[in-house]
């Protein structure tokens, strides 16, 4: 899994607040509580191709990204 491709830079906190109040990636977030890694990681690649790499999607998962880390899943250097 190569995380510094779902890792888009230093985040705004109006920006992401907007971003992640969106109700679909809510949905998309919600899924993804309780599994595997590899299938976060799956999913992240997905609703980047499924939202055409939108930056709304890249604020979502850099937030979620930097979410792993701070939950001690991922390391600051997986991603940076």
Aim: glycine share 4%.
């Amino acid at each position: 899994m190569d995380w510094k491709k779902l890792y888009f830079g230093k985040l705004d906190r109006k920006e992401i607040q907007r971003c992640i109040a969106d109700e679909n990636w809510q949905a998309v977030r919600l899924s993804m509580k309780g599994v595997s890694l590899e299938i976060k990681y799956t999913t992240l690649c997905w609703w980047l191709k499924h939202k055409d790499a939108s930056r709304e999607a890249q604020v979502q998962i850099t937030n979620y990204v930097t979410a792993l880390s701070r939950g001690g899943l991922i390391k600051p250097q997986d991603y940076l």
